[in-house]
């Protein structure tokens, strides 16, 4: 066993240790494995929970280089394959959480928070990120986020985060290192400072109003982010990966709003380091046939429920969405890549989900086309 199965191993280990102190029990309706894991409450506000994911993914896509040579890809694969666990216990938040995708162990998150006047977070999380990676990807509108936010990597490392939020503002900061992964691995260190800040204003009719900006720099080239984007599927072949390398700054803007059922979300982002620089983002909208409003709490979006689901008689919610996205990194020696995206989500229960993407591309080298389907069940 390699050292990355045996820690995933004895962080599962200790989870199921925990005492049952259950006071839910899973219903026998079937439709029950879809409406997420029970909470196992105990000592009044404390408790803890089994957290994960499944994302299947089906395509099929079309790359053609500039000048000759195509690439079909028809295909399928496990997106992600998480499992975790979560819990309080009094002032301290705990998350643990493995993706054993691909055969590989990674952890993705590995962390302790304090919860006081400012909320103070130690370990693996995500070294600061705008609103599209802050959301998780169970809850973002489309198969994948927009290039931009891929291109510049907002990954996964140690270190200490600090925040404070109020009922429609919240500021943080962060100083991250190397990532648990990277540790085991002995890959290449480094020091990125992170800032984020958002202002968000919700009305009584529903309406949410958000704008935001964050800032990142990042000390060397070697242990950097990974700076690489797909044009919209993470089955594609084609990567556009700017070569920014050292004392990187980047800065983002990011903007959001909801009406009822239809919601909007912008960004812009852009990286300035010593061998060049790239800049890109996104504007897209979506609509909920059925009447719901999309989630929002705290900075992100979160999880949409159905009104009414399959298990309760309905037809589950469905919305339809569009999204432009540019990535330029000519400065950068690299493709400056366009893409238009339809897509189509299905929410039958509350963390069972089917989304479906048709996206053409244009890049200085390529033109590419495509359809993807994906299956995703959480708990």
């Not at 797909?230 to 700017?242: I, M, S, V, Y």
């Amino acid at each position: 066993m390699n050292t990355k199965a045996a820690m995933a191993l004895a962080c599962m280990s200790m989870a199921m240790a925990t005492p049952s102190f259950a006071d839910e029990t899973p219903s026998a309706d079937g439709w029950r494995l879809f409406q997420g894991a029970p909470t196992i409450k105990y000592d009044r506000d404390n408790y803890w929970r089994l957290r994960g994911r499944l994302l299947w993914e089906v395509a099929s896509l079309n790359e053609t280089q500039i000048g000759g040579g195509q690439n079909d890809i028809n295909t399928s694969q496990f997106r992600a394959a998480r499992i975790g666990i979560e819990g309080q216990h009094g002032q301290f938040k705990y998350k643990t959480e493995i993706d054993i995708a691909g055969g590989d162990v990674e952890f993705n998150a590995l962390n302790v928070t304090w919860k006081g006047p400012i909320n103070i977070k130690v370990g693996q999380m995500k070294a600061g990120s705008p609103l599209e990676e802050l959301t998780s990807s169970r809850h973002i509108t489309f198969l994948e986020r927009g290039q931009v936010t891929d291109a510049f990597g907002f990954d996964r490392r140690l270190g200490v985060h600090i925040s404070k939020s109020g009922e429609n503002y919240g500021i943080s900061a962060g100083l991250f290192g190397n990532s648990v992964n990277g540790l085991i691995d002995d890959r290449a260190n480094n020091r990125v400072l992170t800032t984020r800040g958002y202002f968000s204003q919700k009305t009584d009719d529903g309406k949410t109003l958000h704008l935001g900006a964050s800032l990142r720099h990042t000390k060397n080239a070697a242990g950097a982010p990974s700076r690489s984007a797909r044009w919209g599927f993470g089955l594609a072949n084609e990567r556009t990966q700017p070569e920014i390398g050292g004392n990187a700054l980047l800065y983002g803007f990011e903007g959001a709003a909801i009406w009822g059922a239809l919601h909007g979300h912008a960004e812009y982002i852009r990286e300035d380091g010593d061998l060049g620089s790239a800049d890109g983002g996104f504007v897209q909208a979506g609509y909920f046939l059925t009447g719901e409003t999309r989630g929002y709490k705290g900075g992100s979006f979160t999880r949409t429920k159905p009104d009414r689901p399959l298990s309760k008689g309905g037809l589950g919610a469905w919305e339809i969405a569009a999204r432009f996205d540019s990535l330029n990194a000519r400065q950068a020696n690299d493709d400056k890549v366009q893409t238009y995206t339809l897509g189509l989500n299905w929410y039958p229960e509350s963390h069972l989900r089917v989304t479906i993407n048709y996206i053409e591309a244009n890049g200085d080298s390529f033109d590419a086309d495509g359809l993807q389907m994906r299956l995703q069940f959480d708990w």
